[in-house]
């Protein structure tokens, strides 16, 4: 059975930081491509950063400079380093890991990230 678990998200003043986890089991983590993304009410879920499972790493442009993810392969964890918030960062943040799209790809529960004084 495949398990995504996202951890630490919570509630934050504009310009902190947190680290978001998401732990897997149940897949080979190495062989894949693992991604955060957010959703926020009214919007359609959005790509956020992805790393493959070389470890070439990605961001979307408006979290670029911001934003970091990296991967531990040993731990079978990839993270999302968020700094220097903003209340526009404010969604469920999802961890997504895909091999082949539409057949091994797999979604966690999600863990809500609020940035507000």
């Known amino acids: 059975q495949v398990r995504l678990v996202e951890s630490g998200g919570g509630l934050v003043q504009p310009g902190g930081s947190l680290r978001l986890s998401c732990a897997a089991s149940g897949i080979i983590f190495n062989l894949y491509q693992m991604g955060w993304f957010r959703q926020s009410p009214g919007k359609q879920r959005e790509l956020v950063a992805a790393i493959t499972s070389t470890g070439t790493a990605d961001v979307t442009n408006s979290v670029k400079g911001r934003f970091t993810i990296s991967r531990d392969n040993a731990k079978n964890t990839v993270y999302l380093q968020m700094n220097s918030l903003k209340p526009e960062d404010t969604a469920v943040y999802y961890c997504?890991?895909?091999?082949?799209?539409?057949?091994?790809?797999?979604w966690g529960q999600g863990t809500q990230v609020t940035i507000s004084s």
């Open positions: 997504h890991a895909v091999l082949v799209p539409g057949k091994s790809d797999y």
